[in-house]
């Protein structure tokens, strides 16, 4: 069985968008993953820490046959080959990658919480996640009507790297 699942993905050190184009081509590869779309890159302001650099977030569309343990496994195993060693809560990183929807889900597990919990409180995760699931439902409410409620300022597109990520991966798959 086939389940549509959304991913966040976010960093703020070294090549972010390197380690987004080598992440999303892990998912391309793997035989239990699909890319269904991709959202544009955004720059926004770092949240629970603020001294540290702004991040880059986006979000990514997958159809998978993967259960959603499965899925979380294979999301850190990107994050590790990304370099991306877990340190301080909330603190910088190369490669953070999210599962925010599991198809119409919702899993309360030891380390395992879909939806994500506090999506609709996000201004980094719903900006990208509204341009790929715009109709999907978080806490009752779609995503899209979500972002548009925001009011947090200083989330901002990025189109040079969204550029260079399309890129990256043209170049990724020959
Ligand atoms: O939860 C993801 C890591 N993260 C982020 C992020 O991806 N973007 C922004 N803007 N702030 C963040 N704080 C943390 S922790």
Redesign the pocket.
Known sequence: MKTEATL?L?GNVGDVVEAFSSALSGLKAHPGTSLRGLSRIYR??????LDQP??L?MAALVETSLSARELLALCLELERRSGRERRER?GP?TL?I?ILTYGPNAIDEPGLQVPHPRIAERA?VLAPLAEIAPERQIEGRPVAALWRAMTEPGIQLAPAETERLRDLLARAAG
């Open positions: 966040g976010g926004t302001p770092p949240w629970g820490k702004d991040f977030n909330w990183r953070d999210d980094f």
